[in-house]
């Protein structure tokens, strides 16, 4: 395990802004993760974990600690009784793993096919598209317990799966480190095609789309979306989606409606009722394709926060306040931002 110095951190995130990270290892095997974080430790430097950096916005000073990339690889398979349970390490590029799954012809997380990252950190944010989320699939997540430096199995019962949002970044943020991920899938299976997308993509087949099918549907209406990584588009210089979709309760839904007419929205838990956080961002007047200097909104999707080029994570963090106050004043709701937010005194 080599520790290095003064490292930038904004190449390895898709939003490509932050300072450096004043030590920085990368770590290989399990081992590696447990003797990063006793040293980090041992020597009173803030920790901070990095994936595939997909989903991140760090601040223009960089990290004071030690930066930990995880880059533990190698996926694995069984037979499960009707299911195929895939093991995962959490540095596994989370695309490839998809792309994995599918050509084994196993269901479960297809349409979950072109999200960047690594495999690690999609319990954290319970990453979900096109109609399906991972806690749906997951059966455990392999962690180590900084607290304890144990290594851990814990449950998906144990996890806290909700809409965007697990015990990982929750009741206890910053306590685990993933290291693994097992999927439990559907041999034979067939693909799932509710979202509304895919629904109008197969719209003239009389046949059902296979898992391959479906995978390189997805893939393409991200891609219309700009929401698939493509080298030298700026408007896949970003963090993807964020904004969550709110999540309101049946009466603040009714208000909302009274102030602002029919706003496109969809059934979620408990009655709630999950709204179209790009339909509020664009009709509180932050068109697709705006500018302000170096950042803007993506040209294809409005919810996307772009780094035109030499953008610092100042500007994307005045950028983000702008459309936060403007859907407040207008329609009374708050968006929540979808990215961790790293280096910063508190939460932009």
């Known amino acids: ?15 490509q802004v932050g300072g450096p990270a004043h030590y920085f290892v990368e770590a290989h095997s399990e081992e590696d993760v447990r003797a990063a974080v006793a040293e980090a430790r041992g020597c009173g430097w803030p920790l901070f974990v990095l994936g595939g950096g997909s989903n991140l916005v760090i601040s223009d000073a960089g990290w004071p600690g030690l930066a930990l990339k995880i880059a533990l690889t190698g996926i694995a398979e069984r037979r499960d009784g009707p299911r195929v349970l895939f093991k995962a390490a959490a540095g596994e590029d989370w695309d490839g ?6 050509a084994r012809e196993c269901a479960g997380i297809e349409c979950l096919s072109g999200i960047p990252g690594t495999v690690g950190g999609t319990p954290v944010q319970n990453v979900g598209a096109y109609g399906q989320e991972v806690g749906e699939t997951i059966t455990t997540v392999r962690v180590l317990d900084i607290a304890s430096g144990e290594v851990r199995e814990l449950e998906n019962s144990d996890s806290g799966f909700a809409y965007r949002t697990s015990t990982f970044n929750t009741r206890e943020r910053g306590r685990y480190i993933v290291l693994q991920v097992s999927f439990a899938l559907s041999p034979g299976g067939g693909p799932r095609i509710e979202y509304a997308d895919l629904k109008h993509h197969f719209a003239d087949r009389s046949a059902p789309p296979t898992l391959v099918e479906t995978r ?17 588009d700026d408007d896949c210089r970003s963090a993807g989606s964020f904004f969550k979709n709110p999540v309101l309760t049946r009466d603040a839904f009714e208000q909302l409606q009274s102030r602002a007419g029919e706003v496109p929205n969809f059934p979620a838990q408990d009655g709630m009722v999950k709204v179209a956080a790009a339909w509020l961002v664009e009709h509180a007047g932050f068109a697709k394709g705006l500018t302000r200097g170096p950042v803007g909104i993506s040209r294809k999707h409005a919810l996307a926060i772009v780094n035109r080029g030499g953008a610092t994570a100042a500007d994307i963090i005045a950028l983000k306040n702008e459309i936060q106050k403007r859907v407040l004043d207008c329609f009374g709701v708050h968006l929540q931002p979808e990215p961790v937010f790293v280096g910063f005194d508190q939460h932009p």
Do not use: E, N, Y
């Open 97 to 102: 793993f998809v792309a994995h799954t599918v």
């Open 1 to 15: 395990m080599q520790i290095q110095h003064q490292v930038p951190l904004a190449p390895l995130t898709t939003f």
């Open 216 to 232: 390189d549907a997805v893939r393409a209406i991200r891609l219309s979306k700009a929401m698939l990584i493509v080298p030298g």
